[in-house]
Structure formats: C-alpha cells, structure tokens
C-alpha cells in the first residue's frame, strides 16, 4: 500500500511535518488555537493544543463543559475551520478493492443523524453508494456491521420503526462500514438510557477490536472514557488546553471485557485519577460563562 500526509492546516510548517512516514503518528497536531467572536469580542476556545493520536489508537477527550473537546472534534473532521496550528493526518491508500483512497473520516454524533426516509440497509450503506460501489457491492459490505450491532431482521425498518438506542447503532454500524481513515466519534451515547449504553459500549469494543480504527471520542463521561480508551485527554477549562493524558492500556489491556474492567479496583482508582485533576477544572469555569456552549 502507498502512503501519504493529508494536511488539514496550512498555517506553520510544525515539528511533525519532518517525522518520517515510518514513525509519524496517524493524527499530529501541533499549535492548535481557535477563537471565536461572540458579540463582537474573541473568545479563545482552544489554546497550544500538540497532540500525537498513533494508527489504531481509541483516544478518549474528557473536560468541562465549554473547554472545546467537540471543537477540536470538529476542526480534524473538517466542519470548523482554526485559527492557528497544523493537524497532519497519516492516509493509507486502499480499503473495498480498487476504490482507492478511504474517507478520511466517519463522525457520529451525538443527536440522531440518519436519514428517515431509508431503511436501516441504505442508512448504513449511504457511504459506500457516495463512493460509487454497485448496490450488490454495498449490501454485501454492510449487511456483517448490521449483524454486528445487532439489528439482524431490521434490515428493512425505517427510523420511526427504531429505539434510540438502535438508531445509533445503524450510525456506529455506517461509520464503520464506509471503512474511513479514522473515526470520530461526538457523545455518541449521552442521551441514551444506562443500561442501553453499557450494551452499546461493550459492541463498540467488540467492533473496534475486529477491525482497530483510529477513533477519537469526546465524551464527558469518565467511566465511558476508561471503558473505552487506550489513553484519555483532560482537557482544562477554557481555553481548552492539554491538562494531562491517562495511559488506560497500562492498566487494562485489550481485548476489554466492559463488565470486568467496571468491576475492578482499578478502575475506580483510575476514576479517582482523573476526577481530581478535573475537579477543579469544573469548579474554575461554569458552563455557562459567555461562550459557544461545550464545543
């Protein structure tokens, strides 16, 4: 396979531009900054950020509300445009035969985002349709992730036909099947009830050690970032800077049992870890202090 650097900045030629492709992190972000205007005045959402997410990597952002996780989500997806920096993204040509190059990215968000109007088959394989692959050729892709979440014999049914809890799964299920260069992933579960969301937790694990995609993951949930992550970023009140990163994988290796990991006394040691450095994070800025809210 060919490889390549796809730049989503241009400002600052940054240390990680000089890595070789041998060593150079999937995703390097360096100098990261953005500001906002907010009635007229600039609102700094993101300070210094330099970041290095390695090729297969679950890498889990937590912070207070408003310190700019879903920002700095939405400037590597491409849907926020920054203010200064440079994030380089490590592409690997390849993946569904001769299609060539995979997406660069697959978002789920954290509100409802598949289309009403088709069946969960289609919802999940929209990606695939938009690269041009025959609708014998999408199925055939998408027909094992939607075995996969657990929506065999809904193939057919429309999003008024589902839960939540299922709705989300034909997104997990479409990012996944659209085999995207990394995926990122907003609070996916937040609204969902909790006992819902432990299922749909141990699935993610369980998809994601099949097939080891680079994932970024915001969520504010601390048990969530330990369940999931190989490291978890803290971020500090706003403006969103790197606090500390906890090297989860250290203490729980993979493949993860949900259930076990919950279950240890580790986890609540790493849960005590983290919830004191962000303790006072929460404490120094309210959420709702004058600017976008938590993006």
């Not at 997806?77 to 997406?103: C, F, H, N, Y």
Request: proline share 5%.
């Amino acid at each position: 396979m060919r490889s390549g650097v796809i730049k989503l900045a241009e400002v600052g030629a940054g240390p990680a531009a000089s890595v070789s492709a041998a060593k150079a992190p999937k995703i390097a972000i360096r100098g990261l900054k953005k500001q906002f205007l907010v009635k007229g005045r600039p609102v700094e959402a993101l300070s210094g950020i330099d970041l290095d997410i390695q090729e297969g990597e679950f890498f889990c952002i937590v912070g207070p509300s408003g310190c700019g996780k879903t920002t700095l989500l939405r400037i590597v997806a491409g849907l926020e445009t920054k203010s200064e920096g440079t994030i380089d993204v490590m592409r690997t040509d390849g993946g569904l035969g001769s299609l060539g190059q995979r997406p660069l990215n697959s978002m789920v968000f954290q509100e409802q985002s598949i289309f009403p109007w088709m069946s969960v088959r289609d919802n999940v394989a929209f990606g695939l349709k938009a690269r041009g692959l025959s609708k014998r050729a999408r199925y055939e892709v998408a027909e094992p992730y939607i075995r996969k979440v657990g929506l065999s014999g809904f193939e057919d049914a429309l999003p008024h036909q589902l839960s939540g809890g299922m709705k989300q799964r034909v997104s997990i299920a479409r990012a996944f099947a659209n085999d995207p260069e990394m995926l990122l992933m907003d609070e996916p579960f937040a609204a969902l009830d909790e006992q819902t969301k432990l299922l749909l937790q141990e699935e993610l694990v369980r998809i994601w050690e099949e097939t080891r995609k680079t994932v970024m993951y915001v969520t504010h949930s601390i048990d969530e970032a330990i369940v999931l992550a190989d490291r978890i970023l803290l971020m500090s009140a706003r403006p969103g800077r790197i606090k500390d990163i906890i090297d989860v994988g250290a203490v729980f290796g993979r493949p993860r049992d949900v259930k076990r990991v919950k279950s240890s006394p580790r986890f609540g040691e790493l849960f005590a870890r983290v919830w004191d450095q962000l303790r006072d994070e929460v404490k120094a800025f309210p959420a709702d202090k004058g600017a976008p809210a938590d993006r």
